[in-house]
């Protein structure tokens, strides 16, 4: 959690991180469009990248993210559920490559 932790705190924004699985966590941001969210996940990798290399971390880390946002005044559970699922595909193409 740590480091989910400071990579999130190094991104200017409203935002709560939570851990709600193993090496699995949600992120809410309060009012954030789509492509808002898109330069949010690519920060995210981007931090992950700048830790690893400070760190100098002798195998290549990888973070596959899925988003969801608002657009029908989905509940909180519905918006995890597509955000789950949105990162499962997004873990899939990753493995593809």
Known sequence: MYNAERICNSIPGNKYIFNCAH???????AENKNEETEDLKERIRNKLKELT?????????????????????????????????????????????
């Open 23 to 29: 090496r699995k966590f949600v992120i809410l941001e």
């Open 53 to 97: 290399e400070r760190k100098n971390v002798p195998f290549e880390l990888s973070v596959s993210i899925g988003s969801a946002c608002s657009e029908n005044g989905e509940s909180l559970r519905d918006l995890i559920l597509k955000a789950d699922e949105a990162m499962y595909i997004a873990k899939k193409k990753f493995h593809k490559r």
